[in-house]
Structure formats: C-alpha cells, structure tokens
C-alpha cells in the first residue's frame, strides 16, 4: 500500500536559521508526485512545493527546497531562513497513478523561536 | 486566485443528529474531495467526486454519504453523528489527473459532536 512517513511530530528551529523536515514514502509506482501543504494554527492548507517522480532537479520555491533522493524514498523539505510566520503544521504527501486525492504523512509541527 | 468556501468553521452537534456540511469551489474543477484531519493521524480521504452525481468511496467513508448535485458544491453528511466523528473537515477541489496538479483547500469545519 501506498503510505507516506513523517518521523518528526515537533520540531524547533532559531530565527534565521535552516531546517529540515522528513518525509519517506513507500510505492511501487514508478510515476508519482510529491507535495508539501503548510497549515498555520489558522487551518487553511497552503501549498508549498512539488517533485515529480521523473523531475531530475530538487524542486526549489523562494526560501523552499526539496531534497527528493528517489533510491531512498525520500523527499525532504528543507527551509532556509527561518521566519516566526513558519511556525506551523507541515504535511507532505503523494499522489500516484490512478489515484485523483492526495495521501498525507501525520504532519510535522514546526516552531521557529526567536 | 482559487476559493473554496466550506458552510460553518465551527459546529457543534448532538449524537444522532444528522449533519451536513457543505463546500463550494469557484474555479470549475471536476474533482472534489472530503478529508478528515486528526492529531497524528494527518489527512484521510473520505469520499471524492469527480462529476456531478459522481462519487468513489475513500479511505474511511463508513459513517459518512456525500452528495455532488451541481460541479461547484460538494456536500458531506453525516447521517446520524457519533462522537468518534469529532473532528477537523477539510474539503478540497483540483483539476485534471495529472500528477502535477495541486489541490486547494477550504478553511476547515471543527466539528464537535457531544
């Protein structure tokens, strides 16, 4: 079964400095795609960042990254220069052929501390 | 920009009551989706729809039916509330089936039943 892990329930990071953030998968598929949802203490699901299965380059957003190493079924985000505004619920997920929704990880809780 | 609006943030019902909770999306996508996020569980599928009338059962849709009458809105009903349905609704909605394509969320429905 298809299944995406988040290892980390909490995390802490300073202001200003990187972090990053796990997330394995598990499938069988060869053609996926990997997304990033942010959720601040308000609720809404921001979208983050992508990689497709096939993409060659680590998929970059501003101050987003994704370090994706396919071998290890890996796709971890890693955000430089932390903000307060980063302070939130981070969830990683996968959709693969065949498959219209999204499978969720259980979620990071970042706190960045001043 | 792309908006998903769900009825109520906050909602509180008695066991046994029948509850509906609505979602409508303004960008004329085809699919649309219900999840249920709980702590360290992250996001689960309950139903989608990808057409009106439309709909494929999720990964937990016991306890729950859906109903998708116009493209636009996407309905999730309780049919005789419990309190193991205490929980955070989250509706969803994404075009097209490719990989690519990210999903946009609404604000979320806290619901406590008592």
């Known amino acids: 079964a298809q299944k995406i892990t988040q290892t980390q329930p909490g995390m802490f990071v300073q202001e200003k400095e990187a972090v990053t953030l796990d997330c394995t998968y598990d499938?069988?598929?060869?053609?996926?795609?990997l997304f990033w949802y942010k959720q601040p203490s308000s609720g809404e699901m921001i979208f983050l960042i992508y990689?497709?299965?096939?993409?060659?380059q680590n998929a970059t957003e501003g101050r987003y990254s994704l370090n994706f190493q396919k071998a290890r079924k890996s796709a971890n985000l890693v955000i430089s220069a932390s903000q307060l505004g980063d302070s939130a619920m981070y969830f990683c997920?996968?959709?693969?052929?065949?498959?219209?929704?999204?499978?969720f990880g259980s979620g990071t809780r970042l706190q960045v501390q001043p | 920009d792309v908006k998903v609006t769900q009825s109520s943030r906050y909602l509180v019902k008695r066991t046994g009551e029948k509850v509906f909770l609505e979602c409508v999306q303004d960008?004329?996508?085809?699919?649309m989706f219900w999840y249920r996020q709980d702590p360290g569980l992250g996001l689960r599928l309950i139903y989608f729809s990808y057409d009106v009338k439309m709909k494929e059962k999720g990964d937990i849709p016991e306890g729950y039916s859906v109903s998708r009458e116009k493209k636009e809105r996407f309905s999730l009903i309780l049919e005789s509330a419990s309190t193991n349905q205490t929980s955070m609704y989250l509706c969803?909605?994404?075009?097209?089936?490719?990989?690519?394509?990210?999903?946009?969320f609404g604000p979320g429905t806290r619901l406590t039943v008592t």
């Open positions: 960008m004329d996508h085809e699919n």
């Open positions: 990689q497709g299965s096939y993409d060659q």
């Open positions: 969803a909605s994404g075009t097209s089936v490719s990989l690519t394509y990210e999903q946009y």
């Open positions: 997920a996968m959709r693969y052929t065949g498959r219209r929704a999204l499978t």
């Open positions: 499938t069988s598929d060869p053609s996926y795609g």
